[in-house]
């Protein structure tokens, strides 16, 4: 099963900007579907963008225009840059491997905190 190790987070201003990393595990990371979820106390995880294996993109409509998603092969990396935080982006980020029908395939790994507060 993938592992996955998320970095990148912290404490930024509304209007800031961050960028999550996430490393997978194993020797088809090309090949995979790659997520990004978020989830606060209390709340469900989230899905708030996936990268295809072909680098096609999808976004939640919350994030849609301040969020990018990418993802560099040779590294076994997804990243999710995060420009205009808002407040209601503070959340517990976290990545995985999305089989065909955006089914998590991989271990959830222990995310990394985002907080946007003035």
């Known amino acids: 099963q993938v592992q996955l190790v998320e970095s990148g987070g912290g404490l930024v201003q509304p209007g800031g900007s961050l960028r999550l990393s996430c490393v997978a595990s194993?020797?088809?990371?090309?090949?995979?579907?790659m997520g990004w979820y978020r989830q606060t106390p209390g709340k469900q995880r989230d899905m708030v963008a996936y990268?295809?294996?072909?680098?096609?993109?999808n976004y939640a409509e919350s994030v849609k225009g301040r969020f990018t998603i990418s993802r560099d092969n040779a590294k076994n990396t997804v990243y999710l840059q995060m420009n205009s935080l808002k407040p209601e982006d503070t959340a517990v980020y976290y990545c995985?491997?999305?089989?065909?029908?955006?089914?998590?395939?991989?271990?959830w790994g222990q995310g990394t905190q985002v907080t946007v507060s003035s």
């Open positions: 194993g020797d088809t990371f090309s090949m995979k579907t």
């Open positions: 990268i295809s294996s072909g680098g096609s993109t």
């Open positions: 995985n491997a999305l089989g065909r029908w955006l089914q998590v395939q991989g271990s």
